[in-house]
């Protein structure tokens, strides 16, 4: 094995073998677990970014050798329930990753014991409820229905006995669904002509996200608006099935292998069109644009999504560089306290938010770049919900530290819990929690 320390070489990384039998098999996963847990025990640059490093560390400092094979094989498990595939440890810290001989994919080796751990056990109710955004969202969105769901979401006593019954942390803030859905609401957009410019194609899909579509349509429709403001003509696509996302971190590979099939043979043609797909969401906008290539890489479909997928805010720089951003912007902002999230970060395409949100005139942005907990389902379950608290302490701090206006992240669920830690600490200036295209429609005076 080479000892090269560092890589000098760009980050490359290989597709998940998921359809080969040894993928799940035990022995060669305990084998390729053991292997990377080893590297990293001699590492140790991640200690800081999560609790999976530390619960690893932890586990061979006692071990009798204080090596990674004094580690009980079953203990391996331990490190895996802590990691909630924020994908960070590969892209901001780790030196052995491809093309290093190394081959350190630890977010990777974490989804595949994932994938091992549901085809052998499956999964509680409760993450198969919590990552069934589609269909609780169909669910919980139908009339009465609705305001029957958000009642219980919000009443301290039936989050008690959800958090007994079901393990859903009862202090864990949850959306609220609302029955005025985006899709069967968003405003029709008029027929601009499409200006294409070098970076940036002219016309825009909006993809709309369960959260978007079910819990904060609002989201939607400013998107649609800044569109609208910039004389980009936009859809909706015909049919929408969840990203596939939570399936991922659940390990349920089948489920985004099913979720893939509705969506991408409704989103191929639109990016061969020349279509832009946009979603208000990071991980979903990372779930097209990084984990579906990696699993299906021999899916040209799947791989002509992904080179049409934008970030909301990539795409306005991009199309700022363009010639064809409007910066007419009517309402200064004041402090924003702006949070990038981790699936954001890794997409690689720098701080393109915090760039829009500076260009607004008489307004501050003070930029907190740093895991806030939540992680996808991670942080409303009963036996992470402290960890996950405890994670995001240091983003609640510097966000509120700056007396903002408004604080406001990327990521909507991030946001929501960033509000929650902020309000719990007691900061005397807290801030109205805004998600960024919220901030920039205000911006641009369109209320
Ligand atoms: S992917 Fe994120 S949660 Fe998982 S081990 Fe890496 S840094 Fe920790
Ligand atoms: S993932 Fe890479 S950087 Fe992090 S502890 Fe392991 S070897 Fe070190």
Not at 342 to 356: D, I, M, S, W
Not at 394 to 418: H, K, L, N, T, Y
Request: glycine residues 6%; neutral net charge.
């Amino acid at each position: 094995m080479s000892s090269r320390e560092g890589s000098l070489d760009a980050p490359t990384r290989h597709p998940l073998d998921w359809r080969n039998a040894e993928f799940y098999e035990q022995g060669p996963l305990y084998a390729e677990l053991g292997r990377i847990f080893d590297i990293c025990h001699g590492c140790r640059r991640c200690v800081s970014l999560c609790n999976a490093f530390p619960t690893l560390f932890d586990l061979v400092d006692n071990s009798a050798t204080m090596e990674v094979d004094g580690v009980a094989k079953d203990d391996y498990w331990k490190v895996v329930d802590q990691c909630y595939l924020c994908d960070l440890c590969y892209m901001t810290k780790c030196p052995y990753v491809p093309p290093h001989p190394w081959n350190v994919d630890f977010p990777h080796v974490m989804l595949r014991a994932k994938a091992a751990k549901f085809r052998d056990r499956g999964a509680p109710l409760r993450d198969r409820m919590l990552t069934s955004t589609d269909r609780m969202g169909k669910l919980s969105t139908i009339p009465v229905v609705v305001q029957a769901v958000n009642k219980v979401n919000s009443t301290p006593a039936a989050r008690k006995l959800m958090e007994k019954t079901l393990g859903v942390a009862a202090a864990a803030r949850l959306p609220s669904y609302d029955s005025r859905t985006f899709r069967k609401h968003a405003e029709r957009s008029l027929a601009w002509p499409v200006r294409d410019g070098a970076r940036t194609p002219g016309k825009v899909v909006i993809f709309s996200t369960c959260y978007v579509n079910y819990n904060e349509p609002g989201l939607g429709h400013d998107l649609a608006r800044i569109l609208a403001h910039n004389e980009v003509p936009y859809r909706i696509v015909d049919k929408e099935a969840c990203c596939g996302m939570p399936k991922l971190e659940l390990g349920d590979l089948q489920s985004v292998e099913r979720l893939k099939d509705v969506n991408i043979p409704l989103l191929a043609p639109l990016a061969r069109e020349g279509w832009a797909i946009v979603t208000a969401v990071p991980s979903c906008t990372l779930m097209f644009k990084q984990e579906l290539p990696l699993l299906f890489p021999e899916d040209a479909d799947v791989l002509a999504v992904r080179d049409a997928m934008f970030d909301p805010f990539e795409y306005f720089v991009l199309r700022d560089k363009d010639g064809l951003l409007r910066r007419d912007f009517k309402r200064p902002l004041g402090r924003i306290s702006y949070h990038i999230p981790c699936h954001a970060r890794v997409q690689n395409v720098g701080q393109k938010t915090r760039e829009v949100l500076e260009w607004i005139p008489e307004t501050s942005v003070n930029t907190v770049e740093r895991c806030a907990g939540h992680d996808g389902t991670w942080g409303v379950k009963r036996e992470y919900y402290a960890d996950s608290m405890k994670i995001g302490r240091a983003v609640f701090r510097r966000m509120a530290e700056a007396e903002p206006d408004f604080v406001s992240s990327d990521c909507p669920i991030a946001g929501r819990r960033i509000a929650q830690g902020i309000e719990e600490s007691g900061a005397p200036q807290q801030g109205r929690k805004e998600h960024p295209l919220t901030l920039l429609r205000m911006a641009y005076g369109l209320d």
